[in-house]
């Protein structure tokens, strides 16, 4: 479930055209009582977060009871100290506009919350429908609650702010996040504009990564040379990183991402005694593996799972290909970090920006992906840095079409969906960069990494 914190003076028609595909989506509004009944969220395992202007003080005062569930937080154009000089809305215009605050006022900010024709008009399209006396009595409510907050804990995972913010201005954006240590993201807008982008290129449609992995199973082995190449890597720094693992014994291994085994059937000529246990949530547990090890297999969504499991249960942690397609890369660190034994060591691949750049050139889609020096930033908040390289690897195709077809059979084509205007695939095949041979080259950009639990984590 995505729950949405919207603004101050909004209803249920601002957000009236939100969707994402494989969410359902649940809308906070007028904040005059910040008591929530958070027993709708029940039944989901995964909730992800998208505060806006004043929902990001809500959000940060109220979902304390949830917090388990939630995988990702994105605080947009607002802070978790909105009357403030230095880190919100200063507060002489904050004042100022609450004592002096009328239907004309209203209708100035606004206003004032776009930049563009185009946002403007967007709003103006799904403007709020309330009585000025409960917007008035919101902003009332707010300043109290507001003035009375102690300090608030809640951490946020990304920070979108809007360059030209005419509400939150955003140098005071700048500085409040900086101080959380909170990624940050400029926008070339306002304090209101289209924030349906964001929820396409930040919130991963994980039904949809399910089943186009699950539809590629059967073929790809055959068609993921790159992915080979990564787990032959990883487990040959593990010879060489972790010691003379052959010798240790009753070991506890956790594998993210299991899928046909590729990186499962290395490990176990490495591992000589001790259980692999393997998560995944498009495939069953892997053929053809050697019998000395015990093995146990659960169909999980590993983002979801890995935050309730239990303390330093695991020796090691391995995941190829797969932390690129869970909501909150830091987060999925920090339990790692919590669920490794003491000196634990996590082996982990992704990829990176520019990854499959040819695609994204043409259709725009693409994931969140991280560079180098930001994923060192990540992981050094929990883990000792052993050894971390980043490549580039290129593939070539004798034609467009063969390059989607690759992308098909190996799954990776599930990052074309989303809640926006679809590419047609015709456009991808008479647009796709050819070389002077008439072939087509496909960029990938793994980033392989060799972690040690820091000491307290």
């Given amino acids: 479930m995505l729950i949405i914190f919207a603004g101050w003076g909004m209803d249920e028609k601002v957000f009236q055209k939100f969707s994402r595909p494989g969410y359902d989506i649940a809308l906070v509004w007028d904040y005059t009582d910040l008591d929530i009944d958070w027993t709708f969220t ?8 998208f505060a806006w202007s004043m929902g990001v003080f809500a959000a940060s005062k109220t979902i304390k009871e949830i917090e388990p569930k ?18 919100g809305i200063p507060k002489e215009i904050f004042y100022a506009t609450l004592n ?33 006396e409960d917007i008035q009595a919101e902003l009332q409510a707010l300043s ?18 809007g360059e030209k913010d005419l509400i939150f201005p955003a140098k005071n954006q700048l500085a409040a996040w900086d101080k959380e240590n909170t990624a940050v993201h400029i926008y070339d807008g306002g304090h209101y504009f289209n ?26 082995e055959e068609n993921a040379p790159v992915q080979e190449k990564i787990t032959e890597r990883i487990a040959f720094l593990m010879k060489e990183t972790a010691g003379n693992i052959e010798k240790h014994v009753d070991l506890k291994v956790l594998e993210i991402g299991s899928g046909t085994g590729f990186l499962t059937r290395k490990l176990a000529e490495i591992i000589k005694d001790g259980e ?39 020796d090691y942690i391995f995941s190829a290909n797969a932390i690129q397609w869970f909501n909150s890369p830091e987060r999925f660190l920090y339990n790692s970090a919590k669920t490794l034994k003491p000196g634990g060591y996590a082996f982990l691949s992704t990829f990176t920006k520019d990854n499959m750049k040819e695609i994204t050139d043409i259709t725009g889609n693409s994931l969140p992906f991280l560079d180098k020096e930001q994923w060192e930033k990540l992981v050094s908040r929990y883990f000792e840095i052993v050894k971390i390289e980043d490549s580039t690897i290129q593939i070539s195709f004798p034609s467009p079409l063969d390059v989607v077809r690759h992308l098909k059979l ?28 008439g072939t087509c080259r496909l960029t990938y950009k793994p980033l392989i990494m060799m972690l040690k639990k820091k000491e307290g984590k």
Avoid at 74 to 85: H, L, Q, W
Avoid at 101 to 113: E, G, Y
Avoid at 115 to 124: G, I
Wanted: glycine share 2%; hydrophobic share 35%; proline share 5%.
């Fill in 42 to 49: 029940k039944d989901y395992e995964e909730l992800c977060i």
């Fill in 70 to 87: 939630i995988t990702l937080k994105i605080a947009v154009n607002g802070t978790k100290s909105p009357i403030s000089d230095e880190e």
């Fill in 100 to 132: 002096n605050l009328s239907p004309h006022s209203v209708k100035k900010f606004f206003r004032r919350m776009s930049v563009s024709k185009e946002d403007r008009q967007l709003f103006e399209e799904n403007r709020p429908e309330r009585e000025f």
């Fill in 144 to 161: 109290s609650f507001i003035s009375k907050a102690e300090k608030l804990q809640t951490s946020w995972d990304i920070a979108i702010i």
């Fill in 195 to 220: 924030f349906l982008p964001i929820l396409d290129k930040f919130f991963i449609d994980k039904d949809n990564v399910r089943a186009h992995f699950h539809k590629s199973l059967a073929s790809y």
């Fill in 276 to 314: 692999i246990e393997m998560w995944d949530f498009a495939s069953d547990i892997p053929w053809n593996l050697p019998n000395h090890l015990k093995y146990t297999f659960k169909a999980v969504d590993a983002e979801v799972e890995i935050a309730s499991s239990p303390e330093e249960s695991y």
């Fill in 410 to 437: 190996t799954g990776v084509n599930s990052l074309g969906n989303n809640s926006g205007e679809r590419k047609s695939p015709i456009r991808l095949l008479s647009e796709y960069p050819k070389e002077s041979d």
